[in-house]
């Protein structure tokens, strides 16, 4: 299960691993905390278009990686909140698609090479992932309503300078970078090509690999 804030999100980071563990046979589902339904500076189309073009983009990347299932909380972009309602609704989807791992950001990334401020909903989305898989989820007397409890075994986070974890993404980048054109509402004119490479062989090179996604893993119990 992969949790991020905005449709995007996935693409832009770890798609490369989402679709290596898909070729490898593992099933994948997405959250998306958010509709991203602020996230444009043109002043023509409603948070409510938006919503439904972005929802569409995330379905038709998820559809190019081969994600079996996107669930969208529909929260507001630029709003996220690390919330207990957002904790909730994060442990109902654990519960009811039972991942042996998830993968979300890390929440304490603030700062990233100089020249960017990291968005306040994906450290909010990652706060309330990892407050869901640990250890609400799997607390049997903590919101019974939402479902049977669950252990989640390992986390990936992303975007951690403490990686202990490298995933070999040479085959998958293109795949990657297909998916993320599915998001043409953000990228406009832009080729993100050069710069998820540039991105991926300069994690890579730390371990001889052309492409590489790296990962802090925590593995619990
Ligand atoms: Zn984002």
Redesign the pocket.
């Known amino acids: 299960m992969v949790v991020?804030?905005?449709p995007?999100?996935a693409e832009?980071t770890v798609a490369g691993t989402v679709a290596a563990w898909i070729r490898g046979g593992c099933r994948v589902t997405y959250v998306v905390c958010t509709d991203?339904n602020a996230?444009t500076h043109d002043l023509d189309v409603t948070a409510e278009e938006l919503a439904t073009i972005r929802r569409a983009e995330q379905r038709a990347a998820c559809a190019t990686l081969g994600v079996s299932e996107v669930l969208f909380l529909g929260y507001d972009d630029g709003q996220l909140e690390p919330s207990l309602a957002l904790r909730r609704d994060l442990v109902r989807a654990i519960r009811k698609h039972k991942p042996e791992a998830v993968i979300t950001w890390d929440p304490r990334r603030l700062f990233g090479d100089g020249n960017y401020i990291n968005?306040p909903?994906?450290r909010a989305a990652a706060q309330a992932t990892l407050d869901a898989v640990a250890p609400a989820c799997s607390m049997p007397l903590l919101w019974p309503e939402v479902g049977a409890p669950h252990a989640v075994r390992q986390v990936y986070v992303y975007g951690n300078d403490g990686a202990n974890l490298w995933v070999d993404v040479t085959e998958t980048i293109d795949l990657k970078i297909a998916a993320l054109r599915q998001h043409a509402s953000q990228l406009g004119d832009w080729d993100p090509t050069e710069r998820i490479r540039s991105w991926g062989a300069e994690v890579g090179k730390q371990e001889g690999l052309a492409y590489a996604e790296s990962y802090l893993v925590i593995t619990l119990r």
């Open positions: 991020m804030a905005h995007d999100d832009f991203g996230g968005h909903d994906h």
